[in-house]
């Protein structure tokens, strides 16, 4: 909606919506009324008071925890509160996922319909695989439901590498309990390419072009043939070299890395990771082939502070706020955008806008602050519509 839209309907004048958005007004009880009712929602979701959060006092579960401010999850055992540590491996969960279905059938055209089979619960799923080049190629298959089908419809997908978006897939699932949140890793070409093929609603992307000095709008672009997309940016986020606590080789740039005789874990090619090794790499006038390790190729982020941790790699390129979940030095060499990019036709659907909804949130806005390693002054604006 634009600032008149919302106003036209909540009775107010677009100054007004103006200055709420910009911090300068103060609404009276009828018009923050007026503006939950016209967005449907509680006037707590829209305005609160910026008080300090509460606090209390836990036992720390882990014996050795070195860092003084560390993320931690709480229970209450007994009488007393329990903090659990978010620090490397425990900051990440790997989970058994529930399915959804089970495929019965490929390449082989429906004979009977869901309704005519309702004991088997069976529905045709049509996958239509469209590359960027204009060749389609479609597969169907059958699949034995074993879920409710209206969860299965309140269900936005989203592709991309960052691991907030699993932190965010949580926060909206608990702010809206009826919407299913599905995160897809990826890195960034994969999941344009995965959004493009009509595959997911939201790709997650953090490109950089160096001839046009932009994030992602270039590679948008070049991507759209036809098609119509919105980019709403999540933060900006510090990338650089993963090294060992203190930095033992004193690693400063990647030149650093061929000198020093460092082995070296990047992601795979098309990730903004890789991309920026690369172009640094290129800056520094250094050979690829140079680099002990460049073909050591880890599937995410955290892969390869693993390999850092364990000592497989003396150093990798992440980003500052998995240095700081895993303990790991940080040598910052770029500050990256990360975009959300969304097809326009998806975001009229709810569970789409659900999900962007819960971005402004403050409870999320305390998630990602504490999580350290993004500017998310400008969380939820609309960066470019292509």
Not at 47 to 63: N, R, T, Y
Not at 137 to 154: E, G, H, I, P
Not at 302 to 314: E, M, P
Request: proline residues 4%.
């Amino acid at each position: 909606m634009s600032q008149q839209e919302l106003a036209n309907i909540a009775g107010v004048t677009r100054q007004t919506i103006g200055g709420l958005e910009s911090g300068q007004y103060a609404p009276s009880v009828t018009v923050s009324l007026r503006l939950a009712k016209a967005l449907g929602c509680t006037v707590e979701e829209l305005f609160w008071l910026e008080e300090d959060l509460p606090e209390i006092e836990a036992i720390v579960a882990e014996s050795a925890l070195n860092q003084e401010r560390s993320r931690v999850s709480l229970a209450r055992v007994g009488d007393q509160w329990i903090a659990y540590p978010l620090v490397g491996n425990d900051a990440f969960r790997i989970e058994m996922i529930p399915s959804d279905g089970e495929m019965v059938a490929v390449n082989q055209q429906p004979v009977i319909s869901v309704s005519d089979r309702p004991a088997l619960a069976q529905c045709l799923v049509e996958r239509k695989e469209r590359h960027l080049q204009g060749k389609a190629t479609s597969q169907k298959v059958l699949v034995r439901l074993l879920d409710d089908m209206d969860k299965l419809q309140n269900t936005v997908v989203i592709a991309g590498c960052t691991p907030v978006l699993s932190l965010l897939a949580r926060a909206t699932e608990s702010w809206h309990p009826k919407l299913r949140v599905y995160y897809r890793f990826a890195h960034s070409k994969a999941a344009l390419r995965s959004l493009c093929r009509g595959e997911v609603h939201i790709a997650g992307m953090h490109l950089y072009d160096p001839q046009t000095g932009e994030h992602n709008i270039p590679f948008v672009r070049e991507a759209a043939t036809g098609k119509n997309f919105v980019l709403i940016t999540l933060g900006v986020w510090e990338e650089g070299l993963l090294v060992p606590p203190g930095n033992p080789m004193g690693v400063k740039t990647v030149s650093d890395l061929v000198e020093f005789g460092a082995t070296i874990v990047t992601q795979q090619v098309g990730s903004g990771s890789r991309m920026l090794l690369e172009r640094k790499l290129l800056e520094e006038r250094v050979p690829f082939e140079t680099v002990k390790g460049f073909d050591h190729i880890a599937h995410n982020h955290q892969d390869v502070a693993l390999s850092v941790v364990s000592g497989i790699a003396d150093a990798g390129i992440s980003t500052a706020s998995i240095a700081a979940a895993f303990g790991l030095g940080f040598i910052p060499l770029h500050q990256a955008r990360y975009d959300l990019v969304i097809l326009k036709e998806y975001l009229e659907q709810s569970p789409v806008q659900q999900f962007l909804n819960i971005l402004g949130h403050r409870l999320v806005r305390s998630q990602l602050e504490v999580l350290g390693g993004y500017d998310i002054s400008k969380i939820g604006e609309v960066i470019a519509n292509i």
